[in-house]
DNA sequence: ACCTGAACACCGTTCAAGT
DNA sequence: ACCTGAACACCGTTCAAGT
């Protein structure tokens, strides 16, 4: 009781800490948070504003281990935002389990906005003008979180009591098993994408 | 007190109240979902197993909405996939807020199951294979989950106090004021993902 | 069979009290 | 400045008690 001679906590460990029990459970309450770090739960909030604020340290977290290139502007720009979209899917794919706790918010991330860029940058010197470039983004937020979402589903995705045809029974056939199967099917909608672009760009 | 004359609740009414909550408020309790059925929170557990199954029950009733073709093997397979596709997002973008509820959940409702296997058949006469047809419906679930999270997103996305380069604020500036703007991105990316997978089948 | 009220174990958050 | 314990208003769920 008292103040301890250096703090215990900071912005910092708690952010970790939080990560950490995302990672292991799917979730964090700040019981749980307080306990882990030793501490009442009620000193959580000498350093943080509340539990809102915790979800966007480790949206931060995630977003900020998003590689962004240097501009190259000899490379080709499928291939600028090929490697932008697998290190950005990468991040989230890390903490599966943090997906659904971020798509409650909005983005408002440093990193992100500088990602933004970076893409809208690259997709004017290919061509796209200003409202296809903002479509372009669109879509690409929507593929990256939806195919991070799709990793964090469970591996038998479907096996309800339902009916499956035989064509979708086959091709469910395919991907019982493979651990990578998300990976495998993020690289291949990916090309289809990109394919999809350059035909209009 | 005792039992009415005639029940007041049923699995029905508790869904329609919960879903009515759920586009008002963007959420719903326990407490708040009796309190709308005019009944005590321990009545509800007398139709409904826990609040789990409420929310499956909100996503039978999206999922239901989704029109499925008749086959009609003589028509083009892009337009049979790209009707059903918008009628899928058109379907989870009428309750937006309810989104980031299911993304909790395995899919798990029959008339999904129906939905993919009508995918399955067009994809297979479309001349895709089983591992294909596997990343293609997957690649489709990414893009209609995303593009309906994108509606439930708002409507400034981005506005943080970070620095926004002249080609991404050009393509932001298109977007803002237009409530079309989640529709007509959306449509673009439809068109983008037939396109490039048509070149692939 | 179906509704109620009391009860339980939880949650996020506040705040006076300590050093 | 920073930690604590008690307290508050909430949540989902259970269960004996009623008819």
């Given at each position: 009781m008292g103040r301890p001679p250096s703090p215990l906590l900071s912005t910092e460990r708690i952010a970790s800490a939080a990560m950490e029990l995302v990672a292991a459970t799917g979730g964090f309450t700040m019981p749980d948070l307080a306990?882990?770090?030793?501490v009442s739960p009620s000193s959580l909030y000498n350093h943080v504003a509340g539990r809102d604020q915790i979800v966007e340290?480790?949206?931060?977290?995630a977003m900020s281990e998003v590689q962004l290139p240097d501009d190259q502007p000899d490379r080709p720009?499928?291939?600028v935002v090929a490697d932008l979209l697998?290190?950005?899917r990468r991040s989230f794919a890390r903490y599966p389990r943090l997906i659904p706790l971020l798509t409650?918010?909005?983005v408002n991330?440093?990193?992100?906005m500088q990602m933004y860029n970076v893409l809208a940058v690259t997709l004017r010197r290919a061509g796209f003008g200003p409202a296809d470039t903002l479509r372009v983004i669109t879509l690409m937020d929507c593929f990256v979180l939806g195919s991070a979402l799709d990793v964090a589903a469970p591996d038998e995705p479907w096996h309800s009591g339902e009916e499956v045809g035989p064509e979708f029974a086959a091709a469910l056939a395919t991907g019982i098993?493979?651990?990578?199967?998300?990976?495998d099917a993020f690289e291949f909608g990916l090309a289809v994408l990109l394919r999809g672009l350059s035909a209009e760009a």
């Open positions: 306990r882990k770090l030793h340290l480790l949206r931060e977290r720009w499928t291939a697998r290190s950005y409650a918010y909005p991330s440093s990193h992100a098993g493979k651990d990578d199967r998300a990976d």
